[in-house]
């Protein structure tokens, strides 16, 4: 997922002069950066963080620690403003969707102050009300973050209650299964209009591969069929890109290898078909940094690639990066804090275990790939998406497990009720939950559909 949940430091830098109460234009010449860049970074921000407004993304720094409160009367107040977001697409809703996450992330908090040129706001009372509801909140609660852990035993009689945890029976979710079979289909997260969905694009199903386009609401628990795909493929993946769904590449009917470029608009349920791939591809890695697409490795038809490729939306143009160190494809692929993770995959050899971080920031100036902790087996095939700082891995013949950027280093989670065997599953995740869907399995491609809840929060008063 698609992802897509985590923020970088740019949005980072964005979100906390949001707080300041500073406009676009101003957050624009504060970073030196074009107003339409920023616009992008919010609607990105937005959808990470499933707000709808200024205002939420405001509390959420706080809640989040991205800035923090001494006291409610000394926090700069802000309006939404509307009027600077209207003319483009609607940023995540939060309807349907759980809180977001208060684990701090690793950037150090700053305290809301406006930078010098920001002009002063006249305070919102409904911000100043709710800016102090989180600082009295700060002071008299412990926030206890728990992430893939299971519920611990009861406390002996004379210790303190315990807060009650979820069992893992309600942290998982069986939802609407899909119209048809799929596996190798690409999967996307977009929202829009207050609502938010899931895209389920091509595939192979029991007899053929598909151009169907399959929404899932959230809210729902629905799917719908919408305009298919033009050109019909499987082994493929999609990145979101300012509203817009990327799918390169993939495997036609006929067995060939496409170099084909398609974006859909879920907005207005069209195709469009772009300048194509430098050359044929499947079973690649992709993700989307900075507004950029990033397609990695993957299967030409006879053997496997090494190539990174990046695509500019704004030019319509690909461009040539330094290649992976080794070729292989099935990779989990996913994007974190603006760097893209490479995870496991195949090559001529089979399975591989190996792990490598990719850094669009220093390519031209360096070597961009940096080796991480491996798999502890080798794996391929497999789905892989962002919950708060940890890279989740389901299914691809293994257990699910969580990789923890921070440290390095890669955790089981707790027996959950998906298939370790399946192979070609997609996931993706919105705010603390986990969408998985389709996949192959011994008997075929498969429609079920799960949500997990990966992350979640318990409220511990302090006596």
């Known amino acids: ?44 921000i937005f959808g990470k963080i499933g707000v709808v407004s200024r205002t939420e993304a405001t509390l959420y720094a706080v809640r989040s620690g991205l800035v923090t409160v001494e006291r409610a009367s000394s926090a700069t107040a802000i309006a939404d403003e509307p009027e600077e977001l209207a003319a483009e697409p609607a940023p995540l809703a939060s309807a349907g969707l759980p809180p977001a996450p208060v684990e701090p992330p690793p950037s150090t908090p700053i305290a809301v ?79 829009f209009d207050g609502a938010s969905y899931l ?46 769904v990327y799918v390169p590449g993939g495997r036609t009917p006929d067995g060939q290898i496409s170099a084909v470029l398609e974006s859909y608009d879920p907005q207005r349920d069209s195709w469009s078909t772009l300048a194509p791939l430098p050359a044929p591809r499947s079973r690649y890695g992709l993700t989307a940094v900075e507004g950029k697409l990033y397609l990695l490795g993957g299967w030409d038809g006879s053997t496997y690639a090494a190539d990174v490729w990046q695509y500019s939306p704004d030019t319509n143009s690909w461009a040539a990066l330094t290649p992976m ?20 995959g195949e090559n001529a050899s089979g399975p591989v275990a190996r792990h490598e971080r990719y850094n669009p920031a220093e390519e031209g100036q360096d070597n961009p790939w940096t080796i991480r902790a491996p798999l502890p087996a080798p794996r391929s095939r497999m789905a892989a998406t962002v919950v708060s700082d940890r890279i989740f891995l389901l299914g691809g013949n293994g257990d699910t497990i969580s990789y923890d950027v921070s440290r390095d280093q890669w955790q089981p989670t707790p027996p959950t009720p998906l298939d370790p065997s399946l192979s070609g599953l997609r996931a993706q995740s919105f705010g603390t939950r986990l969408y998985i869907v389709g996949g192959q399995s011994a008997d075929g491609p498969r429609a079920n559909a799960y949500e997990y809840l990966a992350l979640f929060t318990v409220m511990v008063p302090i006596s």
């Open 1 to 44: 997922m698609t992802d897509e949940s985590q923020i970088s430091e740019r949005e980072r830098e964005i979100l906390q002069l949001v707080a300041t109460g500073a406009t676009n234009q101003q957050i624009a010449q504060q970073l030196n950066i074009s107003v339409n860049t920023v616009k992008v970074h919010l609607r990105n």
């Open 113 to 191: 102050a406006p930078p010098a040129p920001v002009p002063p706001r006249q305070p919102a009372n409904t911000l100043v009300i709710g800016l102090a509801a989180v600082a009295l909140l700060a002071v008299g609660t412990l926030i206890v973050t728990l992430l893939m852990r299971p519920a611990p035993p009861a406390p002996a009689a004379q210790t303190p209650a315990t807060p009650e945890l979820p069992a893992e029976s309600e942290r998982w979710r069986d939802l609407a299964s899909l119209p048809t079979p799929l596996t190798g289909f690409a999967l996307a997260a977009t929202s």
């Open 199 to 244: 895209y389920a694009i091509g595939g192979e199903g029991p007899d053929t591969i598909s151009g169907d386009v399959l929404r899932y609401d959230v809210a729902g628990d629905t799917w719908v069929r919408f305009s298919p795909k033009p050109t019909p493929v499987a082994d493929v993946q999609a990145a979101v890109v300012a509203g817009r």
């Open 325 to 344: 160190s080794s070729p292989r494809a099935d990779m989990g692929t996913v994007a974190f804090d603006g760097q893209i993770y490479l995870i496991g």
